[in-house]
């Protein structure tokens, strides 16, 4: 089992939609949490970062975290074809001093916003 | 965040030879990391280079293989040695933000005939 499970899609929808995008995890070490947006043939871009269970929200995006049920997830409200990408999650061990974490990320779930 | 560059951003290489990857940062930095994306497929880490010391690699991958030098703190090269059609992947670097947050540069998307 990996550490980490994202389904990767493809997920399609229409315009304005909201999309709920989840990852769940196995190692109740981790305690940051992290999502990453990355477009065809560019480097991953961080969206959102939280380190608590319950909602953070950045403009259209939320990303919630349940540390009882190891299960987090990325909402995009009003989605726009620009937020076409893949999205991947990535989460780490808590307070290592200096940095230095080792990121364990999931697959990647495939979106396409559709006029 | 960091503004992070990679050289070359892609090439095509043949069988048996080495390529090294370039990583810049804009800023000094203590940790660097090397990251590598198989197709369809999550990041792995390779290894996390501290500068002025031997960089630590994750099972699974040997110095000897991906050869890294960190000369100083807002540079980085990462050498895939003896390249086999395996190798083909995208290989990131990226540095540590101010929390536990990483941020990537764009990437070397490489191929190997």
């Known amino acids: 089992q990996k550490e980490v499970e994202q389904d990767p899609g493809p997920l399609s929808v229409p315009e304005g939609a909201i999309v709920s995008l989840n990852c769940t995890y196995s190692?109740?070490?981790?305690?940051?949490f992290m999502w990453y947006r990355q477009y065809s043939r560019k480097g991953p871009e961080l969206l959102m970062y939280?380190?608590?269970?319950g909602n953070k929200e950045d403009g259209r995006f939320t990303a919630q975290v349940d540390k009882s049920s190891k299960y987090i997830s990325l909402f995009i409200r009003d989605s726009q074809p620009s937020d076409s990408a893949t999205y991947l999650c990535?989460?780490?061990?808590?307070?290592?001093?200096?940095?230095?974490?080792?990121?364990?990320f999931g697959t990647g779930t495939q979106l396409k916003v559709e006029l | 965040s960091a503004v992070i560059s990679q050289k070359p951003s892609r090439d095509i290489c043949q069988r048996g030879t080495s390529l090294t990857i370039q990583c810049q940062v804009d800023?000094?930095?203590?940790?660097m990391f090397w990251y590598r994306q198989q197709p369809g497929q999550s990041l792995t880490l390779i290894a996390t280079?501290?500068?002025?010391?031997?960089?630590?690699?994750e099972s699974g991958f040997v110095i000897d293989k991906f050869p890294i030098s960190r000369p100083n703190l807002t540079f980085s090269t990462l050498t895939v040695s003896n390249m086999s059609p395996e190798d083909s992947s995208i290989y990131l670097c990226?540095?540590?933000?101010?929390?536990?947050?990483?941020?990537f540069g764009p990437g070397t998307r490489l191929t190997v005939l």
């Open positions: 990226s540095v540590d933000g101010t929390s536990n947050e990483q941020f």
């Open positions: 190692n109740s070490a981790f305690q940051y």
């Open positions: 939280t380190y608590s269970s």
């Open positions: 990535a989460m780490t061990v808590w307070g290592l001093t200096g940095g230095g974490n080792k990121l364990t």
């Open positions: 800023s000094q930095v203590t940790m």
């Open positions: 280079a501290n500068q002025g010391s031997e960089a630590t690699y």
